[in-house]
């Protein structure tokens, strides 16, 4: 294996040691504490266990957090009615409703609803129209991760050819947005892109965001090239034992690592650097709202 591992468990503890010191000045200058709302409808496990580890993290970092746990059969009118509140609610900075919600709510919907300066989680319309215009705006925490860790591994990153693969509004639309403000030349690839692999093999950093397991092998790979692997899937692992699973990303690792100059493992790459990238828009957040300087090293 001759790619250097980039490493975003510790990318995502220096990010988050760097927000708790911007909130302690925050509240040592202004008086004020960063507030964080995460509104969890019913009772998926995977979003449950995700919750509760946005909220130790927030309070780990100084911040307020505020969770609201909805029953699944919560009406829209009822949801809708929280975010009001917490849109009015001028302790809370920012806000993000843990997706999917159940069937009955329409997420674009409730997305929406809140608060454009407040959607920490980038999705709301306007901050999407935003990012597209490169106008100031909040960015999805994936997408914004990712860019950090290629800034950080890669200093400038002018006139690089970036391939991001997947087209989805969480993250490859926002990344290629951001790639772009990079001054990168960016192609987004997708299951129609003719001839997929010879695509990818022109690129110096690869984003694959498809959510296929293993689904890029090494030969796509152009020697040196940066890989960030977006993908975070379950497969069988029978060499654990009957009926045991591993995580693999959407890269083949061993085969890619051969030939990438560096890429990002799966579990411990782009995973962690989510949840950083939540509490450092929470920040962000909260610094425009009250008119203070925003910290470096934390925005696009």
């Known amino acids: 294996m001759g790619a250097q591992i980039i490493d975003g468990k510790a990318f995502a503890a220096e990010m988050r040691g760097q927000v708790a010191r911007h909130v302690a000045r925050i509240k040592a200058d202004h008086g004020i504490t960063p507030g964080l709302a995460v509104v969890l409808v019913g009772e998926d496990p995977a979003s449950q266990v995700y919750v509760r580890s946005k909220g130790k993290m927030t309070a780990e970092v100084g911040m307020n957090s505020f969770e609201h746990k909805l029953d699944a059969e919560t009406s829209e009118v009822d949801l809708l009615a929280l975010i009001a509140r917490l849109n009015a609610d001028a302790a809370v900075h920012g806000i993000l409703v843990q997706l999917p919600l159940p069937d009955h709510l329409d997420e674009d919907l409730v997305i929406n609803s809140i608060d454009p300066a407040k959607d920490v989680d980038g999705f709301h319309i306007s901050n999407v129209g935003l990012l597209s215009t490169g106008q100031k705006s909040m960015v999805p925490c994936t997408p914004l991760g990712c860019l950090m860790m290629l800034r950080k591994h890669h200093g400038s990153l002018s006139g690089m050819n970036a391939v991001v693969i997947g087209r989805s509004n969480i993250v490859g639309k926002p990344m290629a947005q951001l790639l772009l403000g990079d001054s990168c030349t960016v192609t987004i690839a997708h299951s129609r892109t003719r001839d ?29 090239a940066t890989v960030i692997d977006v993908g975070i899937n379950r497969i069988d692992a029978p060499e654990k034992g009957a009926g045991k699973t591993r995580l693999v990303g959407d890269c083949e690792f061993d085969s890619c690592a051969e030939v990438a100059g560096a890429i990002t493992p799966v579990p411990g790459g782009v995973g962690p650097m989510t949840i950083a990238c939540l509490l450092a828009n929470s920040v962000t957040a909260c610094c425009r709202a009250n008119g203070i300087a925003e910290p470096d090293g934390l925005t696009a």
């Open 196 to 224: 997929l692999p010879d695509v990818v093999r022109r690129a110096d950093i690869v984003v694959a965001a498809v959510g296929r397991s293993e689904m890029v092998p090494g030969d796509w790979i152009k020697p040196g």
